[in-house]
């Protein structure tokens, strides 16, 4: 994107240059964001289409998978002609037709312990919107490594939790949450389970998508230290206070608070564990 809003982004973003808590210079910061999106499914595809349309300039997507036919009742970034496409790609094409002037970078791998930290290394921030355990703990283990913020969300059938994790921020890191890794027979399995029904990936990732720009521009009140869950179905939701856990294995030892660059975050401590959900029940 050029440095200074041109003709066309004073119109594309009016709505935006209108707000007092966005503006020309928070467009500007969204413009220089560098945000990693983990996952081009379910969740990922509200993350990336919101976060193009608002003119967030760098964007990477990491995914492995190609689109099928089953994938298009919540993964609403891609069509019917996708299918067999590789996912990355297919998102990069959606996100030229709706925003060419952000610049997108496809990195068409499962991400993993091997690669994790080349791959989150040249980004401001991480959207967690994965579907397995295995990619989670790396993207963990990297972004807490790197200093790099993520903003979780996961899926089950009709619930779903979004937060923001960071522990050079003061907040949790995943395994904060989740120490243990689930035994196999807790692992959700979508082909039996069933779902998730696709809406609640859509809202899910729309809320990762608003901590993203929050945090971007340094705005609002974001989740860290809080975890929201939202079950859909009866549309109840409740935030559970979440806090790192000293004793961490992946951040307890080495993360130590320190002023991020986004001291807007307003951090509220309290218990992790009082009815904390299980992970298993939420692999994304
Ligand atoms: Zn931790």
């Excluded at 467009?27 to 379910?42: F, M, P, S």
């Excluded at 993207?139 to 923001?164: C, D, M, S």
């Excluded at 979508?190 to 608003?210: F, K, N, S, T």
Aim: aromatic share 4%; with cysteine; hydrophobic share 35%.
């Amino acid at each position: 994107m050029s440095p200074k809003l041109d003709a066309d982004d004073l119109e594309r973003y009016a709505r935006h240059l209108m707000l007092p808590e966005v503006g020309p210079d928070g467009q500007n910061k969204l413009r220089a964001g560098r945000v990693l999106c983990v996952g081009a499914g379910g969740l990922g595809s509200p993350v990336i289409l919101y976060l193009a349309a608002a003119g967030v300039g760098h964007l990477g997507i990491v995914d492995a998978d190609r689109v099928e036919l089953s994938n298009l009742q919540r993964q609403v970034l891609h069509g019917t002609p996708d299918v067999g496409r590789r996912k990355t790609h297919s998102a990069r094409s959606a996100l030229r037709r709706l925003n060419p002037g952000v610049e997108v970078r496809i990195h068409p791998v499962r991400l993993e312990a091997a690669n994790a930290r080349r791959l989150v290394e040249p980004y401001a921030l991480v959207v967690d919107a994965c579907d397995n355990l295995p990619t989670r703990h790396a993207l963990n283990e990297a972004a807490v490594a790197l200093r790099k913020p993520i903003v979780y969300g996961a899926v089950h059938r009709f619930t779903g939790q979004v937060g923001v994790l960071a522990p050079h921020w003061g907040g949790p890191c995943y395994r904060c949450l989740y120490p243990e890794p689930p035994s196999p027979d807790e692992l959700p399995e979508p082909a039996r389970d069933g779902g998730p029904v696709g809406v609640v990936p859509g809202l899910i990732g729309v809320l990762q998508a608003a901590e993203v720009l929050k945090l971007l521009l340094g705005s609002g009140r974001t989740l860290l230290g809080r975890l929201l869950e939202v079950d859909v179905w009866s549309l109840h939701c409740r935030e559970l206070k979440v806090r790192r856990d000293p004793e961490c294995p992946c951040c307890g030892s080495r993360a130590r608070p320190t002023p991020g660059p986004s001291p807007h975050v307003s951090h509220r401590s309290g218990q992790r564990t009082a009815g904390a959900p299980h992970h298993s029940r939420h692999a994304g």
